[in-house]
C-alpha cells in the first residue's frame, strides 16, 4: 500500500526515515545486506591463498558472479509474487551450506571444477536483500518525490556495506585465517536474513496468480530496464576489476594489508557522493543526469592504470567512488518511473544481477591481465567496462522514457501513469 507520508518541496532524508514502519525494515536489511560486500573479495583471497593465482580466484569469483546474476532475477520475480519471506528464509539455508562447502573444497586443495560446482549454488542463493528493501521503499511511497531520496539513502546504505564489508573480510582473511572472511559471510547471512524475514508487515503485498487473460509479464520486457541492466554491467566492472587489481597493487608494494583501506576509500567516496545526490534537488532529468553520470565516471577510470603509489591510487580511487553514486542512483530512480509497482523488486533484482554479472566478468578479466602484466593491466577493465555502458546509453538514450510503462500495464500488470518527457 502506498503511503501518504506529506512531502515538502525538497524532500530529505530527515522525512524519509519518519516514514511510518520504515525503521523496522531498514536496520535488518542493514545487517543483512553486508554479506553480498564481503563474498566476492572472501572468494579472491582464499582461493589465491590456497592456489597461488589471482587468475584462477578470480574465475571462481566470477562463477559465483554468474550464477549470482543469472538467478537474481527469477528470485525477484518469485518475491514478487509469493512474497519476500518465502524466497529468504530457503535462500538463507542454501547459500550457507554452499558457501560452507566452497570453502571447505578450497581448502582441501579440490580441483578447479569442484570449486565451480560449488560456486554456482553459492552464487544463486545469494538473498537480494538490497532489491528487497527498494521494493520496500517503492510500495510505501508510491508516487512520493521522496522516492529519489529513498534511491540515494539505499544507495549510501549499500556502499557504507561495501566500505565496512571489504575491510572486514580482508581483515579476517589476512589477520585471522583466509577461509575466516567466507565463514563470517555464511554466518552474516543466516543471521541477517533471517532477521529481516521476520519482517512480515513491510514487505509488499504478493501479486496475484497470472491468469490466461492477464499473463505476467517480466520486467524485463521494458526496453528501458534492459538498457539500464547493461549500463549497469559497467559499474560491476568497476567494482571487480578494482578489487582484483586493487589486492594486487598491494601485494606488488609488499603491504598486503592496504588492500582493505585502499578499497574502503573507494567505496567512501561512493557513499559521500550518495548522501549528496539525496539532499540535491534535481532540476535536470533523470536520463540526463543518468549520461553525465557515466562520462564522469569513464573519465575518473581513466587515470587508475597509471597510478604508481598508494596515495595517488587512493586519490584516484576515490574520484572514481564519488562518480559511481550518482549513476547508480539515477538508474535505481529510473525503475520506479519504467515498471509498474507488481514487477519492481524484479526489476530491482535485473540491475542489482548486472551489477554482479560485470563484475563477475570484471574479476576474471583483472585477473587473467594481473597475472600476465601486473596491476597496471588490470587497472584497464573499469576504464573498458564504464566506456562500454556509456556508448550504450547514449546511443539507447530515448528508450529510458517511461511511456513503455503504459505497454505493460496492457499486458495486466500494472496500471497506466500520466508520461512525461524532459
Not at 507488481?342 to 585477473?367: D, H, I, K, N, P
Request: glycine share 12%; proline share 6%; net charge positive.
Amino acid at each position: 500500500m502506498a503511503s501518504t507520508v506529506a512531502t515538502e518541496k525538497r524532500p530529505g532524508y530527515g522525512q524519509l526515515l519518519r516514514t511510518p514502519g520504515a525503521w523496522t525494515f531498514l536496520l535488518p536489511g542493514f545487517f543483512a545486506r553486508q554479506p553480498f560486500a564481503m563474498l566476492t573479495i572472501g572468494i579472491v583471497l582464499l582461493v589465491q591463498h590456497t592456489t597461488g593465482s589471482y587468475g584462477t580466484a578470480g574465475a571462481v569469483a566470477a562463477v559465483t558472479g554468474v550464477s549470482m546474476a543469472l538467478f537474481a532475477p527469477q528470485s525477484g520475480k518469485l518475491a514478487d509474487r509469493f512474497g519476500q519471506r518465502a524466497v529468504l528464509l530457503p535462500g538463507v539455508a542454501v547459500h550457507a551450506a554452499s558457501g560452507g562447502a566452497l570453502t571447505a573444497l578450497a581448502l582441501a586443495d579440490a580441483p578447479l571444477w569442484a570449486l565451480f560446482a560449488a560456486a554456482v549454488p553459492t552464487g544463486a542463493s545469494v538473498p537480494q536483500v538490497g532489491p528487497m528493501v527498494r521494493a520496500r521503499w517503492a510500495a510505501r511511497l508510491e508516487g512520493s518525490p521522496l522516492m529519489s531520496t529513498a534511491a540515494a539513502f539505499e544507495s549510501v546504505t549499500d556502499e557504507f556495506t561495501f566500505v565496512v564489508g571489504p575491510v572486514l573480510a580482508t581483515a579476517l582473511c589476512t589477520g585471522v585465517h583466509p577461509a575466516a572472511g567466507l565463514i563470517a559471510e555464511a554466518g552474516l547471512t543466516v543471521v541477517g536474513g533471517l532477521l529481516f524475514a521476520a519482517q512480515r508487515r513491510t514487505q509488499p503485498a504478493p501479486r496475484p496468480a497470472a491468469t490466461a487473460s492477464a499473463p505476467h509479464a517480466s520486467a524485463l520486457s521494458v526496453p528501458g530496464v534492459r538498457v539500464l541492466a547493461v549500463a549497469f554491467l559497467g559499474i560491476g566492472s568497476v567494482f571487480g576489476g578494482m578489487q582484483v587489481s586493487l589486492t594486487a597493487f598491494s601485494e606488488e608494494i609488499g603491504n598486503p594489508g592496504v588492500n582493505g583501506v585502499l578499497y574502503g576509500i573507494f567505496a567512501a567516496g561512493n557513499m559521500l557522493a550518495g548522501v549528496a545526490c539525496g539532499a540535491i534537488a534535481w532540476k535536470s532529468s533523470p536520463r540526463r543526469r543518468l549520461i553525465l553520470g557515466y562520462a564522469a565516471l569513464t573519465l575518473a577510470a581513466s587515470g587508475l592504470w597509471a597510478a604508481h603509489s598508494a596515495v595517488l591510487l587512493a586519490a584516484l580511487g576515490l574520484l572514481v567512488g564519488l562518480c559511481i553514486a550518482p549513476a547508480l542512483i539515477t538508474g535505481y530512480t529510473l525503475v520506479e518511473t519504467l515498471v509498474p509497482a507488481s514487477a519492481r523488486t524484479e526489476a530491482f533484482t535485473w540491475l542489482t544481477g548486472a551489477v554482479a554479472l560485470g563484475q563477475a566478468s570484471a574479476v576474471t578479466a583483472a585477473g587473467q591481465l594481473t597475472d600476465a602484466h601486473g596491476s597496471g593491466a588490470g587497472f584497464t577493465v573499469p576504464l573498458m567496462g564504464t566506456a562500454l555502458a556509456l556508448a550504450t546509453l547514449v546511443t539507447l538514450r530515448s528508450r529510458l522514457f517511461p511511456k513503455t510503462r503504459g505497454r505493460i500495464a496492457a499486458r495486466g500488470v500494472g496500471h497506466r501513469v500520466p508520461v512525461t518527457v524532459d
